[in-house]
């Protein structure tokens, strides 16, 4: 249920060239595949063509850098391969509905704001709670300085002494009443830095608190450093559900990025993740003899 392997490889050319001249000619010969194929898939899988996923992230770079440097807004502007500072002025107000200018003057005042908050406290989430069999051993803070979309992300990291018996999760959960009797889609990004192993999960549980849908991507599971990808998970929620949870979980070492989580109802169409499925187990006993 992640990225096929050519939007995947698509996507990681892409985070490495975001301040280079891209062509969408060069794709097929950096890629492996033809532009045809390449274009349709990654418009199928993400919902944007090639050239305004490039435009959003660099965008969603270029506010970064308004944060958290001094580079003039022309500067930053000619860095991202923007035509002019009107024509970047223009297509950044189009995603984040202020010019960059008074982006960067309302956003450092939110910050300063923030900090002395924080100051001397450790740092919250709103809706996001860290748990784990050792949640002393790993951190979870909202980062402003790596994101997918918009200007933070949830950042789950291991601390000196985790390894690979510990695992924390950062999560939520709530009432399943929407959803009940329909198939949940699951939709988020990760980025991972030296990560034993991680992924996103969710879990339908039923009025008696039983787990009755669960999927934590154990068989899919995102390792070491990657760019961001996309991922998701699918579940029925009965009709008997009563919450659904979700998160990241991180196994052992390392760091994970998530953003962008999303919910949508989706038809029997899209096969389920489900791992308690009983269809995985076979209908009758086999070799009881053991001649086979």
């Given at each position: 249920?992640?990225?096929s392997?050519?939007t995947?490889?698509?996507i990681?050319?892409?985070?490495?060239?975001l301040?280079?001249?891209?062509?969408?000619n060069?794709?097929p010969a950096v890629i492996?595949?033809s532009?045809f194929?390449?274009?349709r898939?990654f418009?199928?899988?993400?919902?944007?063509?090639i050239?305004e996923y490039?435009?959003?992230?660099?965008?969603?770079m270029?506010a970064?850098l308004?944060?958290?440097s001094?580079?003039?807004?022309?500067s930053i502007?000619?860095?991202?391969?923007?035509?002019?500072q009107e024509?970047?002025t223009?297509?950044?107000?189009e995603v984040?509905?202020?010019p960059?200018?008074?982006y960067?003057?309302?956003?450092?005042?939110?910050?300063m704001?923030?900090e002395?908050?924080?100051?001397?406290t450790?740092e919250q989430?709103k809706?996001?709670?860290?748990s784990?069999s050792n949640?002393e051993?790993?951190?979870?803070?909202?980062?402003?300085?790596?994101?997918?979309?918009g200007?933070?992300?949830g950042?789950l990291y291991a601390?000196?002494n985790?390894?690979?018996?510990?695992?924390?999760t950062m999560m939520?959960g709530f009432?399943?009443?929407e959803?009940?009797?329909?198939?949940?889609?699951?939709?988020?990004f990760l980025k991972?830095e030296?990560?034993d192993?991680?992924?996103?999960?969710l879990?339908i549980?039923?009025?008696?608190?039983?787990t009755?849908q669960?999927?934590n991507m154990d068989?899919r599971s995102?390792?070491?450093?990657?760019d961001?990808?996309h991922?998701?998970?699918v579940?029925?929620?009965p009709?008997?559900?009563?919450?659904i949870?979700f998160?990241?979980?991180?196994i052992?070492?390392?760091k994970?990025w998530?953003?962008?989580?999303?919910?949508?109802?989706?038809?029997?169409k899209v096969p389920t993740?489900n791992m308690?499925?009983e269809e995985?187990?076979?209908?009758q006993?086999?070799?009881?003899?053991?001649?086979e």
């Open positions: 249920m992640q990225y392997e050519v995947q490889k698509t990681s050319y892409i985070e490495g060239n301040t280079e001249e891209i062509q969408l060069t794709f492996g595949y532009k194929h390449l274009t898939i418009k199928k899988e993400t919902g944007k063509s050239g490039i435009r959003l992230r660099r965008l969603s270029a970064m308004l944060l958290h001094d580079e003039t807004i022309m502007a000619f860095l991202f391969h923007f035509q002019s024509a970047f223009r297509a950044f107000k984040y509905a202020v960059p200018g008074k960067r003057k309302l956003m450092k005042i939110v910050r704001t923030e002395e908050k924080n100051m001397n450790h989430i809706g996001w709670s860290l784990g949640p051993l790993y951190g979870l803070v909202s980062d402003s300085t790596v994101c997918h979309t200007t933070q992300s950042l601390k000196g985790a390894d690979g018996q510990h695992f924390a939520q009432q399943a009443q959803y009940k009797g329909k198939r949940l889609k699951l939709s988020c991972t030296d990560a192993k991680c992924g996103a999960w879990r549980d039923n009025v008696n608190g039983d009755v669960f999927d068989n995102v390792q070491g450093t990657t961001w990808n991922y998701s998970l579940l029925d929620v009709e008997d559900s009563a919450s949870h998160g990241v979980l991180l052992g070492k390392g994970v998530a953003d962008g989580f999303r919910f949508e109802v989706v038809t029997d993740t308690l499925l995985q187990l076979p209908a006993p086999t070799n009881l003899d053991f001649s």
